[in-house]
């Protein structure tokens, strides 16, 4: 039995998104990575992060344009989905960003220039919630990891809570919302 399947730009670009997870799960696979801690905060990369459910994707233009996957752990999206804020300790987040690129195979099969994919992996940010140990940041606690290993610049890791502070109180220092 045959099957066509009509494609869509959208479907295509999240399809080539979501394969190259497995390009920045390679490049996060050093034995112990997550081991190591951030500067500041001391955040690691959580085991099994990669496992985490589905909040959003993100677009960022600027100086370093992007396209990011946002993924929580259970308690994260239990609090998503019931809306609770502000969020719960334990909670944690985790944005996978990528290169954004067009994708020539892509807009070769539709004929114009309309999809575009996650390219090269260049980053991972965590965020962890923990009111008495983060109390000083809104409780929580940030790390950027490159290639599995913490980014050692404290100018970083404390440049993410500058810019969270910039948020509504209302959004617990949360940029992203959930996707349904």
């Known amino acids: 039995m045959t099957r066509k399947f009509a494609a869509l730009p959208v479907t295509a670009s999240i399809v080539g998104m979501l394969l190259s997870l497995s390009n920045l799960a390679q490049a996060d696979s050093t034995p112990g990575a997550d081991a190591q801690g951030s500067p500041v905060f001391g955040v690691t990369l959580p085991p099994g992060y990669r496992n985490w459910q589905f909040v959003s994707i993100a677009h960022e233009e600027g100086e370093k344009p992007d ?17 609770t804020l502000p969020f719960p300790d334990g909670t944690i987040i985790a944005r996978l960003a990528y290169k954004y690129e067009s ?12 999809s575009f994919v996650a390219g090269e992996p260049t980053n991972v940010q965590i965020e962890v919630k923990d009111s008495k140990r983060y109390a000083s940041t809104g409780g929580w606690g940030y790390g950027q990891f490159e290639n599995g290993k913490p980014n050692p610049s404290e100018k970083i890791i404390n440049g993410c809570f500058a810019c969270h502070t910039k948020l509504p109180p209302e959004t617990d220092l949360i940029f992203t919302r959930y996707s349904q």
């Open 67 to 83: 396209i990011r996957v946002i993924l929580g752990n259970d308690i994260a999206m239990k609090a998503y989905r019931e809306g």
């Open 103 to 114: 994708s020539a195979q892509n807009n070769a099969v539709f004929g114009r220039d309309q």
